[in-house]
C-alpha cells in the first residue's frame, strides 16, 4: 500500500513557475512508476509526466515541466516553467506499475495559472 500527499499548488501568473512535491508512504518506492497527472474542470484527466526510468510527458508540456524523484526520500517532483492559463488544474501524484496504469493516487493540488 503506497500513500501519496501531493503539495506546492498554487496561484501563480502566467510565465510563472511551480514546484509540486510529492510525498510517498509505504514500502517499494524506487520499484514503482511515478507520475503526475492533471484534471482541469469540464475535461477529461490526462497524462502530464510519468518517471520509471526515462520520464515521458504529455504532448502539451514541449520542454516546459521536469520530472524527478528522491528515492532515498520517498519524493517525486514537478518542475512546472512558463505556467499558462491553460495549465490551470488539479494535479494528482500517482504510482504503479506501468507507465500506463496507475495503481494509487494522491488527493490532488490545484494549481490555477491567471492572464
Known amino acids: 500500500q503506497v500513500q501519496l500527499v501531493e503539495s506546492g499548488g498554487g496561484l501563480v501568473q502566467f510565465g510563472g513557475s511551480l514546484r509540486l512535491s510529492c510525498a510517498a508512504t509505504?514500502?517499494?518506492?524506487?520499484?514503482?512508476?511515478m507520475g503526475w497527472y492533471r484534471q482541469a474542470p469540464g475535461k477529461q484527466r490526462e497524462l502530464v509526466a510519468i518517471?520509471?526510468?526515462?520520464?515521458n510527458y504529455g504532448d502539451f508540456v514541449k520542454g516546459r515541466f521536469t520530472i524527478s524523484r528522491d528515492n532515498a526520500n520517498n519524493m517525486v517532483y514537478l518542475q512546472m516553467n512558463n505556467l499558462k492559463p491553460e495549465d490551470t488544474a488539479v494535479y494528482y501524484c500517482?504510482?504503479?506499475?506501468?507507465?500506463?496504469?496507475?495503481?494509487?493516487w494522491g488527493r490532488g493540488t490545484q494549481v490555477t495559472v491567471s492572464s
Open positions: 509505504g514500502s517499494g518506492f524506487s520499484t514503482y512508476v
Open positions: 500517482t504510482a504503479g506499475l506501468t507507465y500506463t496504469t496507475p495503481i494509487y
Open positions: 518517471s520509471g526510468g526515462i520520464p
